[in-house]
C-alpha cells in the first residue's frame, strides 16, 4: 500500500515538473542541495520539524522520514542528467554561478556563413 503511494507521488510531481517549465526551472537551481519538506505535524512525508525551528542543525537529526523532499531530490537528478533538457540545466547553472546567458545564432547570421561556405567550396573547383 505505501509502495503504491510512493509510486504515485513520484508520477505525479514528475509530471508538475515535466509539463511546467518555471517550476522546472525553480527546482533545478536548487542544483545539489538537500531538499526538505518541513512539516513539524507530518513525520512520513516531512521532517516532523517546522521550518522556523532555531533548534534545527541537521536534516539527519529529524524525526521524519522527508518523502516528498527525497522524492523531488530523484526527480531533480532525474532532470539535471536527461540529455533533453541539457540545455536548460546549463542555462540554470550559468544563472545560478551569475554568468551571462549563452548567446544564441541568429538565423540569418547562421544562414550568411553557411552561404559563405557554399561560395568558397564553388570557387575551389
Known amino acids: 500500500m ?23 526551472k ?3 537551481k536548487t542544483l545539489n542541495n538537500r531538499l526538505a519538506y518541513c512539516h513539524e505535524y507530518d513525520l512520513l512525508l516531512g521532517t516532523g520539524v517546522s521550518r522556523f525551528d532555531t533548534n534545527l542543525k541537521y536534516l539527519q537529526s529529524c524525526p521524519g522520514a522527508n518523502w ?3 522524492m523531488m531530490m530523484l526527480i531533480r537528478g532525474y532532470f539535471l542528467h536527461n540529455p533533453l533538457f541539457s540545455d536548460e540545466v546549463e542555462s540554470v ?7 551571462p546567458p549563452a548567446k544564441k545564432k541568429k538565423r540569418e547570421e547562421t544562414e550568411n556563413v553557411e552561404l559563405e561556405e557554399f561560395k568558397r567550396k564553388i570557387a575551389k573547383k
Do not use: A, D, H
Request: aromatic share 8%.
Open 93 to 99: 547553472k550559468r544563472e545560478v554561478n551569475g554568468e
Open 26 to 28: 525553480y527546482l533545478l
Open 2 to 24: 505505501i509502495c503504491n503511494l510512493l509510486v504515485l507521488l513520484v508520477m505525479e510531481i514528475n509530471f508538475q515538473f515535466s509539463q511546467n517549465s518555471g517550476c522546472r
Open 68 to 70: 516528498v523532499g527525497e
